[in-house]
């Protein structure tokens, strides 16, 4: 039987937490961090007469759990809300700011939205100091994916002279997986739901960019239901809000697919053993995770087949140049002793466009406001989570080299025989039509003199970064390698006799030539 929280963490055990202290918790999906809210945390707040105040990161999600907690009639003890309005309150100093300090327990739901929302929410600092400055209540973190954060945490701990963090962790089993796909092609998933339709399959697919998740659904709006945040404003006019808040009180939907973007992707439960199938287009690791866990497990025979979009080595080196950058004016401005001045100097009329930097006003000894005074301060979490995500992709491209996503994501899924070190996912070839160009080439033999002559075959191959071209013999090859296509560029030197125009053949020599080879 997998373990719960519950088998970790016995009441009695809870009962030793006191004010301001901070509990992490790691547990996979469905572990019964929302059981544990509910009965131990809901009993001892009851105890003495406390509260409990619920930081999700997504309204919908809110929304889910206000359904749980009305309908196992909790909400006495037990309030919800968004980091975001947390936040807000702080911010604007509005007659909504909530007072963390009448509250015994403040739970932060899925805490690595500290780190993972910090890409686009430059806001997430501030509801993480709000709580760790709250010394009259109990901080408890939970999250499936929060290594990252924990490591975070275990560091701000040590730097602000606090007690050690009270850590629990339940193991991770990955078995609910029963096949792990990659796929490359956006068209991929349209082949996914034609097939799905023909044999009736039921799934969710999860896809970062609403605008390509609304193209997907309008062609199939039959079989589909489509969803995305509420803040888009040119999509979410698309979605049906009353089959969305069917989904959420009744954990599961009629139609045979939903399309939604990551706004689904933490907090909500899908109960239905009919959902067996979950394709990924996402690219942050702990935000993919997150997906899977959409789909509620309920016992051992109930299993998934997951299909993820590859990011290849290319786009790899392309992510972690950018992180890089991002981060490259908060490393001086550290390594610089935190001074502004030498920051202007080095940096002349920039700002820090990724908010990593941000102005922040000074305050004397006793906490007034110096007028007119300003410095520079660091997102910590957006910052930290930026160097993981360097770090992330470093080892996905020296320690697992080739492939290095899939194998990544393979080894931590358990898709890898112990005993002989294969990775056991599947590859789906979707290069057919250029398999049959390049064997055209190799049978007819052609040799590409020159530069001019290469430009169709690079087309075909149509690898990209930053929406350009690549162009490169060895950055083909490994595009090749990377997809499964057993075709390689080969370059060697060669010659042709050539006429000069007056009726005479010229020697020609060509040192860069390029010509098929079957791999």
Same mark, same amino acid.
């Not at 780190?115 to 400055?133: E, W």
């Not at 973190?141 to 954060?149: C, D, I, L, P, V």
């Given at each position: 039987?997998?373990?719960?929280?519950?088998?970790?963490?016995?009441?009695?055990?809870?009962?030793?937490?006191?004010?301001?202290?901070?509990?992490?918790?790691?547990?996979?999906?469905?572990?019964?961090?929302?059981?544990?809210?509910?009965?131990?945390?809901?009993?001892?707040?009851?105890?003495?007469?406390?509260?409990?105040?619920?930081?999700?990161?997504?309204?919908?999600?809110? $929304?889910?759990?206000?359904?749980?907690?009305?309908?196992?009639?909790?909400?006495?003890v037990i309030d919800v809300i968004t980091y975001q309005s947390l936040e807000y309150g702080k911010l604007h100093?509005?007659?909504?700011?909530?007072?963390?300090?009448?509250?015994?327990?403040?739970?932060?739901?899925?805490?690595?939205?500290?780190?993972?929302?910090?890409?686009?929410?430059?806001?997430?600092?501030?509801?993480?100091?709000?709580?760790?400055?709250?010394?009259?209540?109990?901080?408890?973190?939970?999250?499936?994916?929060?290594?990252?954060?924990?490591?975070?945490?275990?560091?701000?701990?040590?730097?602000?002279?606090?007690?050690?963090?009270?850590?629990?962790?339940?193991?991770?089993?990955?078995?609910?997986?029963?096949?792990?796909?990659?796929?490359?092609?956006?068209?991929?998933?349209? $082949?996914?739901?034609?097939?799905?339709? $023909?044999?009736?399959?039921?799934?969710?697919?999860?896809?970062?960019?609403?605008?390509?998740?609304?193209?997907?659904?309008?062609?199939?709006?039959n079989y589909c239901v489509f969803n995305c945040s509420a803040n888009n404003g040119k999509y979410y006019e698309h979605v049906d809000k009353d089959k969305i808040k069917n989904i959420l009180i009744n954990q599961r939907f009629e139609e045979q697919f939903l399309i939604t973007t990551s706004c689904f992707d933490a907090g909500i439960n899908i109960v239905d053993r009919d959902v067996k199938h979950i394709v990924i287009d996402i690219v942050d690791i702990g935000s993919l995770i997150q997906c899977m866990g959409r789909k509620r497990i309920q016992d051992e025979n109930d299993q998934i087949y997951v299909y993820i979009k590859v990011i290849n080595n290319q786009k790899l080196a392309g992510l972690k140049r950018s992180m890089e950058q991002k981060v490259e004016m908060a490393d001086y401005y550290m390594q610089n002793g935190y001074s502004v001045e030498k920051l202007i100097e080095e940096y002349p009329m920039q700002n820090d466009v990724n908010n990593i930097l941000y102005d922040d006003l000074i305050y004397d000894e006793q906490g007034r406001l110096i007028p007119n005074s300003y410095t520079k301060t660091i997102n910590e979490p957006m910052y930290f989570k930026k160097k993981e995500d360097i770090a992330d992709y470093s080892i996905m491209l020296e320690k697992y080299d080739k492939f290095g996503y899939c194998k990544y994501l393979a080894a931590t899924f358990g898709f890898i025989d112990k005993d002989t070190g294969e990775y056991t996912y599947r590859m789906i070839n979707e290069e057919q039509g250029l398999e049959d160009y390049l064997e055209k080439m190799v049978t007819d033999n052609v040799v590409l003199l020159q530069l001019r002559d290469r430009s169709e075959l690079i087309k075909k191959i149509n690898a990209k970064q930053d929406g350009k071209l690549l162009r490169k013999k060895d950055t083909l090859n490994q595009v090749l390698e990377e997809r499964g296509v057993d075709y390689r560029i080969k370059e060697f030197e060669t010659t042709r006799y050539i006429d000069d125009g007056n009726g005479n053949k010229k020697k020609k020599k060509y040192k860069n030539a390029w010509k098929i080879i079957r791999f």
């Open positions: 039987m997998k373990k719960r929280i519950t088998d970790v963490i016995s009441k009695e055990e809870a009962r030793t937490w006191t004010a301001g202290s901070n509990v992490l918790i790691s547990a996979p999906m469905g572990a019964g961090k929302s059981y544990f809210c509910k009965n131990t945390l809901y009993d001892l707040a009851k105890e003495v007469d406390g509260k409990i105040l619920m930081l999700i990161h997504r309204s919908n999600c809110v $929304e889910q759990f206000k359904y749980e907690i009305e309908a196992d009639g909790k909400e006495d100093n509005t007659s909504k700011q909530i007072n963390l300090s009448k509250y015994k327990y403040v739970v932060s739901d899925e805490f690595h939205y500290f780190f993972n929302d910090s890409s686009f929410n430059n806001k997430t600092a501030v509801s993480f100091q709000m709580i760790m400055n709250s010394d009259s209540s109990i901080h408890v973190f939970m999250s499936a994916t929060g290594e990252h954060m924990a490591r975070y945490m275990r560091k701000y701990i040590k730097d602000n002279g606090l007690e050690n963090a009270i850590e629990y962790e339940v193991p991770f089993d990955f078995s609910f997986i029963k096949k792990l796909t990659f796929f490359h092609k956006d068209t991929t998933m349209e $082949e996914f739901i034609k097939e799905g339709i $023909e044999k009736g399959h039921k799934g969710i697919f999860f896809i970062q960019s609403a605008e390509k998740a609304y193209k997907l659904y309008s062609k199939y709006k």
